[in-house]
């Protein structure tokens, strides 16, 4: 089920495994910064409590670098309602910036330890494993 689909993000509830799947796309227009990137993430936080999902998929391959602001919002704000709403497993495909994984792993591995989370260099391992739990 698409939650949100725009030129450069798609987001999609897999009822399958019960997961979130986010899926930055390739994309050349205006940066993604502020209120365009973060009002999409948003609807991520309402995917999950709407689903009562606790597995989310990031693949972030595509996405661009952001800048301070938004990665402080996103640790900040984005990850704490996520882990609220019952996150639970984390599965992120590696961006072509392989510091954002990094960064995105250990902000949420301090909000809550309970937290699993694995780092794929694919999307569909990343799948396959949240099939598995």
Known sequence: MV???SEFLKITYDEA????????KLYYGPKIELDSFRQPMLELVKAFKGNKATKWLAD??????????DQWWLEDHLYPQLVEA???????????NIL????AKNSIRNLSRSVE???FN?????K?????I
């Open 3 to 5: 939650v949100f689909d």
């Open 17 to 24: 495994n019960q997961a979130v799947l986010e899926e930055w």
């Open 60 to 69: 972030n391959t595509e996405q661009t670098r952001l800048n301070e602001k």
């Open 86 to 96: 019952g996150l639970q497993h984390v599965a992120l495909v590696n961006t072509k």
């Open 100 to 103: 954002g994984t990094a960064i």
């Open 117 to 119: 989370i694995e780092i």
């Open 122 to 126: 694919k999307n569909q391992d990343a």
């Open 128 to 132: 396959n494993w949240l099939g598995t």
